[in-house]
């Protein structure tokens, strides 16, 4: 089974001045369930824009989507919103953790919204933390981890609702070589364990070593 397909995905921008650019063009891709992938390629060969139209983030132009087999309707919120609780985790290179909450509170924060009890979010976000190694930093702020920890914590959160798939954008570039290699082998490991499929953009040639598949993007087309 294909936890995402697309067919003939393109993404268009187009400005006031008539410019047009194409940062997707007629992209077809099958991911299958639980694999490890992870996209290549030069700085604007629309990685990001890819990733963020699958986790619906952002409408194609033209072209279909299927998550899990299913369509995905852009027009949809229900359906969108129902995406990001039950199926779809994000990671971020810049962490995106909540500054005023500790580890433990941001890693509840999506199960509050999937109306999961205080007693459960908290055995969840425990349990989580432990996870990713983070056991004795539950009550530390962002401000108050190492960037790996803060990582560690949205990969913990990007879990929560347990996810089938974990969209990852660029998630080592912040990161120092060994520090990032330990979120790689993390990441590596949940995906092992757990049976997570993972979408990874990089520029890491330690993710893309790691990896099940490379795919090459270069002016929004793959090469690979
Ligand atoms: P990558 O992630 O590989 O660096 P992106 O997906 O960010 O590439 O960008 C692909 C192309 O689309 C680039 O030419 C970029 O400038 C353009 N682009 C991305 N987002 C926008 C936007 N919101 N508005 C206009 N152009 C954009
Ligand atoms: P119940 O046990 O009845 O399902 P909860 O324990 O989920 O209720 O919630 C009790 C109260 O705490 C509610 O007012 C809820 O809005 C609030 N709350 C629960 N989880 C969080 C959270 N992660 N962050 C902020 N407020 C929360």
Do not use: W
């Amino acid at each position: 089974m294909n936890i995402v397909e697309t067919r003939n995905l393109s993404k268009y921008y187009t400005f006031d001045s008539g410019l047009r650019v194409e940062a997707l063009r007629g992209i077809n891709v099958k991911i299958e369930e639980g694999d490890f992938v992870s996209f290549m390629g030069p700085s604007g060969s629309g990685k990001s824009t890819l990733l963020n139209i699958v986790g619906c983030l952002d409408q194609p132009t033209s072209g279909d989507v299927f998550i899990e087999g299913n369509e995905v309707d852009y027009r949809n919120s229900s359906s969108l919103v129902r995406l990001h609780r039950q199926t779809i985790g994000f990671v971020f290179q810049a962490f995106n953790l909540i500054s005023t909450m500790n580890a433990m509170e941001n890693v509840c924060y999506p199960l509050y919204f999937s109306g999961v009890s205080r007693s459960r979010q908290k055995q969840r976000a425990t349990e989580l933390l432990g996870l990713v190694g983070l056991g004795d930093r539950m009550h530390h702020l962002p401000s108050e981890l190492s960037g790996g920890e803060q990582q560690r914590v949205a990969v913990a959160r990007a879990l929560a609702n347990s996810p089938k798939l974990i969209l990852a954008d660029e998630p080592t570039g912040n990161l120092d070589s060994d520090t990032g290699n330990k979120i790689t082998d993390l990441m590596r490991k949940i995906n092992r364990e757990q049976g997570v499929s993972f979408l990874v953009t990089t520029h890491d040639p330690e993710m893309a070593r790691i990896a099940d598949r490379v795919i090459r993007l270069k002016d929004g087309k793959i090469t690979v």
